[in-house]
């Protein structure tokens, strides 16, 4: 009896080894005919402090989109993406705007009119993204038929529902927009697979409008249980602000991101970006600073 105590003591303790050292092979792996809501939430802050003088922009962005896995093969998968749900508020000392596609504006400014006109006509329509196992965005393709609608759309407003919808468009709607979310959320996984407590690095460039931006991102996995990895993230970001703005900005980028082993699905991420420095614009020198929450959540649709 007491030698079978010993034989089960030493197979479980080679079993939890095993497990501990299991190695893991992650990739943007999803099946075909599924469909996922892809949620994010984004709040942001800039900041600019010029002359003793303080500007506070503050954004909060949810964008809900149904993600429908077309077609795959060995090299990419095919999925075509249309937007559900957005609200859009932005709020500064001399003005304020917002739209919800969910609950209406009882009494819009012209503003606000603008928004529902630019976010209301992309409610409903869709894109296509060829995305590699790796996470990276090979190809998009109807976007610019959104954007051209978009313009459309707010032409009664002359230029400044030109300048508008250039705006949303770059930030949040147009092809590199789309496709820099995208990376930023599906571009994580290691080349090869990696056990516990092993981390590696991918580094990244986005560009959108006339603002670029370099992430290095060391990934560690930090846990595997119920077939779900836990991720850590850890990034170093240089931002040129564009817009008429000289300079650069740095800081960090932290959070965790929690990815379904099977499918390489990031069910759901919380990050958190803090990057300032000094920018001059037209000779005058100004500080600046910008923190952003984005928070995903990514589950099969019912």
């Known amino acids: 009896m007491k030698m079978k105590r010993i034989a ?5 303790i ?8 299991a190695q893991v092979k992650l990739s943007f792996n999803p099946k075909e005919d599924i469909k996922y809501e892809y949620l994010t939430e984004i709040q942001q802050t800039i900041e600019q402090t010029a002359m003793g003088r303080n500007l506070q922009i503050k954004e909060d962005v949810t964008m ?3 993600a429908s896995i077309k077609s795959k093969n060995v090299k990419e998968t095919e999925v075509q993406f249309s937007h559900q749900d957005f609200s859009y508020n932005l709020s500064a000392p001399m003005m304020k705007m917002g739209y919800d596609s969910k609950k209406p504006n009882i009494n819009p400014s012209e503003l606000d009119r603008m928004l529902e006109k630019i976010f209301g006509d992309v409610i409903g329509k869709s894109f296509t993204l060829s995305i590699a196992s790796n996470g990276s965005v090979n190809s998009v393709s109807g976007i610019g038929t959104i954007s051209e609608s978009i313009t459309q759309a707010v032409s009664v407003h002359g230029q400044m529902g030109e300048h508008l919808s250039t705006s949303m468009t ?3 709607l147009g092809e590199e927009a789309i496709k820099g979310m995208v990376e930023q959320s599906l571009h994580i996984y290691p080349s090869d697979a990696v056990n516990v407590g ?15 931006s ?8 930090k846990d595997v249980k119920n077939d779900a990895a836990t991720i850590t993230v850890e990034a170093t970001v240089i931002l040129d602000p564009g817009g008429g703005l000289e300079g650069v900005l740095t800081g960090t980028q932290n959070g ?4 379904d082993i099977k499918t390489g699905i990031p069910v759901s991420s919380d ?32």
């Open 8 to 12: 089960i003591l030493n197979l479980l």
């Open 14 to 21: 080679m079993s939890s080894l095993f497990i501990a050292t």
């Open 64 to 66: 809900k989109q149904l």
């Open 170 to 172: 770059d930030q949040w």
């Open 198 to 212: 092993e981390s590696w690095t991918l580094e990244s460039d986005y560009g959108i409008s006339n603002k670029k």
């Open 214 to 221: 370099t992430i290095k991102t060391k990934y560690t996995l």
């Open 256 to 259: 965790s991101i929690l990815v």
């Open 271 to 302: 990050l958190k970006l803090t990057i300032n420095g000094d920018v001059e614009q037209q000779n005058m020198k100004m500080q600046m600073s910008i923190t952003a929450n984005t928070k995903t959540l990514i589950k099969e649709a019912e």
